[in-house]
């Protein structure tokens, strides 16, 4: 089945589900769990239900669609993503955010945990992806490209929206909440990375996670604005690397989660 043909299926599911005008899509990655508690929630879907989407499998995603309210704006919440390392295909990935867009969404908002490979950003804070390298072995646009749904060979010169990232630090500003600007690296995972490789990584970037970038590549394809803040979560200093301890970055995503559900709490309040 063709990709418009599969995401009419979803639409219309969905759409009949209840899910009629979201204004914003958000993606919920680590760290920003809490903000569904915010949400009064008009409809809420398992994944597992929804036609042609993939199934989440990580512990701590769990797998469902929000549509509700937040700040008076209707949102249209991914609780859960999809990661490469996980066995999806980057397809599939990136299929909720066409979807996304297909039912009307203005503009898409993503979170995600990294870590961090520059001493300005200490574990705990919150940084605005300016920019990305993809390092992800793949690209969710390979293969025919279906008219449809968007350029061949997307421009990428401003992969972030710039409206929405001056309104994120705007909002930071106000809110007296730290969100430096930085570069974000898309590895593959699910290994955390050797002194070496954040070596070589922190001369390309000051971040580096397992997610994100197929999503936002998608949304420039599909001229979708965007922008992403990760969480940092662990120091990535190849000359003192402790071993990892994942329990430590859960703990350390969900501290900053007030933070970062403030943040985006009061920038989809802005946002059209
Ligand atoms: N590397 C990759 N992904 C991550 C890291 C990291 O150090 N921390 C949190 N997600």
């Known amino acids: 089945m063709e990709m418009h043909e599969k995401l009419k299926e979803t639409t219309t599911y969905l759409r009949n589900v209840g899910v009629v005008a979201p204004q914003t899509g958000i993606v919920l990655g680590t760290g920003l769990g809490s903000l569904v508690n915010e949400i009064e929630i008009i409809t ?30 209707t949102v249209l919440v991914m609780q859960g993503r999809f990661h490469y390392y996980e066995g999806y295909r980057f397809l599939d990935i990136t299929f909720p955010v066409r979807v996304m867009k297909a039912l009307g969404v203005s503009q898409l908002l993503l979170s995600n945990a990294a870590g961090s490979m520059t001493p300005e950003l200490p574990k705990g804070s919150l940084m605005l992806i300016d920019d990305h390298i993809n390092f992800l072995p793949g690209n969710p646009l390979r293969g025919v490209n279906d008219p449809k749904m968007g350029d061949r060979f997307p421009d990428m010169s401003r992969p972030y ?45 000051n971040a580096v996670g397992m997610s994100t970038v197929p999503e936002v590549i998608v949304a420039n394809q599909i001229k979708l604005p965007c ?38 709490k009061e920038v989809v309040a802005r946002l059209p």
Request: proline share 6%; hydrophobic share 40%; with cysteine.
């Open 44 to 73: 809420s879907v398992d994944y597992a239900s929804i036609p042609h989407f993939p199934l989440s499998t990580v512990e701590s995603h769990e797998g469902r669609l929000i549509y509700g309210t937040l700040a008076n704006k």
């Open 161 to 205: 929206s710039p409206e929405i990232n001056a309104l994120f630090k705007q909002v930071a500003a106000e809110l007296s909440i730290s969100l430096k600007e930085g570069i974000y690296l898309a590895v593959m995972g699910p290994n955390l990375e050797t002194r070496a490789e954040y070596r070589m990584f922190r001369t390309f970037a």
């Open 227 to 264: 922008a992403a803040v990760s969480v940092l979560t662990d120091e990535c200093d190849p000359d003192h690397l402790k071993p990892v301890d994942i329990a430590d970055i859960l703990k350390t995503a969900a501290e900053a989660e007030p933070h970062l559900t403030r943040l985006f």
